[in-house]
T-cell receptor, first 112, second 114 residues
Framework: DARVTQTPRDKVTEMGQEVTMRCQPI?????VFWYRQTMMQGLELLAY????????DSGMPKDRFSAEMPDATLATLKIQPSEPRDSAVYFC??????????FGDGTRLSIL | KQEVTQIPAALSVPEGENLVLNCSFT??????LQWFRQDPGKGLTSLLL?????REQTSGRLNASLDKSSGRSTLYIAASQPGDSATYLC?????????????FGKGTKLSVKP
């Protein structure tokens, strides 16, 4: 079964450090999404790409967050500098057109 | 701004029971609506997708209905099993072509007791 792969699975770091999360979308999918899940806010869309071009990043704090797709097989989400309030589970999902989104297992981020 | 509410927040039922999970949304101008399942420590798995022109979709023991005008969707699970225990989320989409505007509810945490 094709899967969305996210690394690292877990990340614990101190505030102020740079954090990079990676996502390998399913081969052939042309749309990639980044979500953040917290107990308080639930699942929130941070950004998404279509054919590697950013379409919407309005959900992302732009002063510290950045999302890129260096190529069709890799999406990255960076936080610099990280803050304790960034602690959450970050999910990547990919899709082809109007087809349902396929989610990775997430990166559990803890900022101390 | 689309707001999604799921009721109940948690549900515990004995095995074999039929059950209904509810989802309501404030903006009825949706393109489609998806139901997802999330297991602890895992990502989301898409269960059913209903287009705005459809009234319901079925997959095995699952049936999802959509009443767009009233802003409601239900997920019906027949003959529940312990393996159905998970959190179920609904997510309407207001845009077509990209599904970029999925707005998620907080979910219903289901526990099916053997």
């Amino acid at each position: 079964d094709a899967r969305v792969t996210q690394t690292p699975r877990d990340k614990v770091t101190e505030m102020g450090q740079e954090v990079t999360m990676r996502c390998q979308p399913i081969l052939g999918h042309n749309t990639v999404f980044w979500y953040r899940q917290t107990m308080m806010q639930g699942l929130e869309l941070l950004a998404y790409f279509r054919n590697r071009a950013p379409l919407d990043d309005s959900g992302m704090p732009k002063d510290r967050f950045s999302a890129e797709m260096p190529d069709a097989t890799l999406a990255t989400l960076k936080i610099q500098p990280s803050e304790p309030r960034d602690s959450a589970v970050y999910f990547c999902a990919s899709a082809m057109g109007d087809q349902p989104q396929h989610f990775g297992d997430g990166t559990r981020l803890s900022i101390l | 701004k689309q707001e999604v509410t799921q009721i109940p927040a948690a549900l515990s039922v004995p095995e074999g029971e039929n059950l209904v999970l509810n989802c309501s949304f404030t903006d009825s101008a949706i393109y489609n609506l998806q139901w997802f399942r999330q297991d602890p420590g895992k990502g989301l798995t898409s269960l059913l997708l209903i287009q705005s022109s459809q009234r319901e979709q079925t997959s095995g023991r699952l049936n999802a209905s959509l009443d767009k005008s009233s802003g409601r969707s239900t997920l019906y699970i027949a003959a529940s099993q312990p393996g159905d225990s998970a959190t179920y989320l609904c997510a309407p989409s207001n845009y077509g072509g990209s599904q970029g505007n999925l707005i998620f509810g907080k979910g219903t945490k289901l526990s099916v007791k053997p």
